[in-house]
């Protein structure tokens, strides 16, 4: 139990609050809940995609003038450390969609598929990232 505890320790973003944190572990744990629950009564499927740091609408409109924003700061960090080095578009978190749906993935519920290059492998190093968007 402590080994598992501090692996999701080791993962923790500083400078990613406002409660997003938090809802999405409860997002996490209530798939599995529901992939129990959906697939005993009705046989379907249930997972969540956790996708990385992509640059979108909502994400352009919470940047502080000159400075970069925090996703901003993610994208490119992401960029420059993750497995495979390259963008991540929400064409990728789609194709993992479909995927999910297809019936060539009709054994898999209850999970969380990460869609972000790899960087969940790796995990962040934040302290130099987290100040260059803060004031």
Same mark, same amino acid.
């Given at each position: %139990?402590?080994?598992?505890?501090?692996? !999701? !320790?080791?993962?923790?973003? &500083?400078?990613?609050?406002?409660? %997003?944190?938090?809802?999405k572990a409860a997002?996490?744990?209530?798939?599995? +809940? #529901?992939?129990?629950?959906?697939?005993?009564?009705?046989?379907?499927?249930?997972?969540?995609?956790?996708?990385?740091? !992509?640059?979108?609408? =909502?994400?352009? =409109?919470?940047?502080?003038?000159?400075?970069?924003?925090?996703?901003?700061?993610?994208?490119?960090?992401?960029?420059?450390?993750?497995? !495979?080095?390259?963008?991540?578009?929400?064409?990728?978190?789609?194709?993992a969609a479909a995927?999910?749906?297809? &019936?060539?993935?009709?054994? +898999?519920?209850? +999970?969380? #598929?990460?869609?972000?290059?790899? %960087?969940?492998?790796?995990? %962040?190093?934040?302290?130099?990232? +987290?100040?260059?968007?803060?004031?």
């Amino acid at each position: %139990m402590h080994s598992h505890f501090a692996a !999701l !320790l080791s993962q923790v973003i &500083p400078g990613y609050g406002g409660g %997003m944190s938090s809802a999405k572990a409860a997002l996490e744990s209530d798939t599995r +809940v #529901l992939a129990y629950e959906a697939g005993r009564k009705y046989g379907i499927t249930v997972n969540t995609i956790s996708a990385g740091p !992509l640059k979108s609408r =909502a994400a352009s =409109a919470i940047s502080k003038g000159d400075k970069k924003s925090f996703i901003e700061v993610g994208i490119d960090y992401c960029r420059a450390n993750a497995p !495979l080095e390259k963008d991540l578009y929400s064409d990728d978190v789609g194709t993992a969609a479909a995927c999910l749906l297809s &019936p060539f993935f009709g054994a +898999v519920t209850g +999970v969380t #598929l990460y869609v972000d290059n790899g %960087m969940h492998a790796v995990g %962040m190093v934040q302290e130099k990232a +987290v100040a260059q968007c803060q004031d």
